[in-house]
């Protein structure tokens, strides 16, 4: 038994009644996936299955947290995952994912969920992934301040309400008025 086999799902088996699956994703899940966004964290998925005629359309929800790195300090950080996703499926003869259907061989007839449950939570992930503020490794915050500051940053990484330095170029600017049309 292969260690994604539990989330293979006989589509040909499927009934005209909705087939309700209830799965936990945990660490060994995502190191067992060796995705590149996460390996840690818990999930609750699931996963209710229709056959309509000669489709199968799918619904996921997905509830738990996920642990991924700081993008400031590269600690780890604990997220909050709450999602809800569809995915139509229909046999053909070959495979095939174009977005919208995914089109399972008809000689194969299963379709393997793993990685599309992998992929909906990887989705609802947050584009920037930080600590609360004053939350994040001190000593890396420090560092990266530092670095980012420029020679003229302390140990500290520089003074906060010292005004930021502005393009000359731009000074210019502050000057324009723009008229209003009455």
């Avoid at 590149?36 to 947290?65: H, I, P, S, W, Y």
């Avoid at 990887?122 to 500051?149: I, T, Y």
């Avoid at 502050?174 to 209003?180: A, D, G, P, V, Y």
């Amino acid at each position: 038994m292969g260690r994604f086999d539990k989330y293979n799902i006989d589509l040909k088996g499927l009934k005209a009644e909705p087939l309700e699956m209830e799965f936990t994703l945990d660490n060994a899940f995502f190191a067992d996936i060796d995705g590149e966004e996460f390996q840690k964290g818990t999930v609750k998925a699931v996963v209710t299955a229709r056959k309509n005629r000669d489709v199968f359309d799918f619904a996921f929800a997905l509830t738990g947290t996920v642990v991924v790195p700081c993008d400031r300090c590269l600690d780890d950080l604990e997220i909050e995952v709450a999602a809800e996703n569809t995915l139509r499926v229909k046999l053909g003869t070959d495979y095939a994912d174009d977005g919208d259907v995914v089109i399972v061989p008809e000689q194969d007839g299963d379709l393997n969920i793993a990685w599309y449950l992998y992929e909906f939570i990887a989705l609802a992930l947050p584009m920037k992934r930080v600590h609360a503020p004053g939350k994040c490794n001190r000593d890396m915050a420090g560092k990266l301040k530092q670095h980012s500051h420029g020679e003229g940053a302390d140990e500290e990484g520089g003074d906060d309400d010292a005004p930021a330095m502005i393009d000359p170029r731009w000074e210019g600017l502050k000057n324009i008025q723009i008229e209003e049309d009455n």
